[in-house]
């Protein structure tokens, strides 16, 4: 069965220092990799994707994630965090079916001034 | 494009009564919607997935009879939660896969409905 684990619940960093959530995931195959972002109250909406292809693959909002095999991980960077980034992060992955995305627990930013 | 609207965005219902949420494909046909349920600070659960003309497959644990799920059109599905108890109070979201777009692996989220059961 596939997995996705955020190691951090909770994350805080300063206006316009760099990022970086973590995202594990345990999937038998070629995985199809998401990072979502949802504010309060809000739904989800897709940062970047990863399904093939260069392993470096870049969203929106500024936001990058490098996909590595070897260590089964796809993290989400940013170079320099805005206020408004403070949001809840959520990785994903698909089977290569298209039916289940299994969400990570989720990691909630918050951005000091 | 790629837009999934849910209504209502908020409702409030008494203990023991059904209340319904719709999912909407705004600009895109979806064979398949799935139906999610989110607890405060938790992560998405997938509760059902929903495919157009046929039953809906729920996860283990999910009560059919509870969540009774009708895709009676290709851009439109409902959830209704029968007798609703103050523990059915979640945040539910659905999404909704566009299999002519570029890929079918891509879920397109709507904004969530926030159930308040009193």
């Known amino acids: 069965a596939q997995s996705v684990t955020q190691p951090d619940i909770h994350i805080t960093v300063s206006e316009g220092a760099s990022l970086e959530l973590r995202c594990n995931y345990s999937y038998g195959a070629t995985p199809y990799l998401f990072w979502y972002v949802q504010s309060p109250g809000q739904g989800l909406q897709l940062l970047l994707k990863y399904f093939s292809g260069d392993t470096l693959v870049q969203g929106i909002k500024g936001f990058e994630a490098e996909f590595k095999r070897s260590q089964s991980s796809f993290n989400l960077r940013k170079p320099s965090v805005h206020w408004s980034d403070a949001a809840e992060y959520f990785c994903?992955?698909?089977?290569?079916?298209?039916?289940?995305?299994?969400f990570g627990g989720g990691t909630r930013l918050m951005v000091k001034p | 494009g790629a837009v999934v609207s849910q209504h209502p965005s908020w409702v409030i219902c008494k203990s023991g009564t059904s209340v319904k949420i719709e999912c909407r494909s705004l600009?895109?046909?979806?064979?398949?919607m799935f139906w999610y349920r989110q607890f405060p600070k938790q992560s998405l659960m997938l509760m059902a997935t929903s495919n157009e003309g046929s039953k809906a497959t729920y996860e283990q644990g999910v009560e059919k009879d509870k969540f009774l799920i009708n895709h009676a059109s290709l851009t439109l599905s409902t959830l209704t939660v029968t007798s609703a108890h103050p523990e059915d109070s979640s945040f539910y979201i659905c999404?909704?896969?566009?299999?002519?777009?570029?890929?079918?692996?891509?879920?397109?989220f709507g904004p969530g409905t926030r159930l308040t059961v009193t």
């Open positions: 994903a992955v698909n089977n290569n079916a298209g039916n289940m995305l299994t």
């Open positions: 999404s909704a896969r566009d299999p002519v777009a570029g890929t079918s692996y891509e879920q397109y």
């Open positions: 600009d895109f046909q979806a064979t398949t």
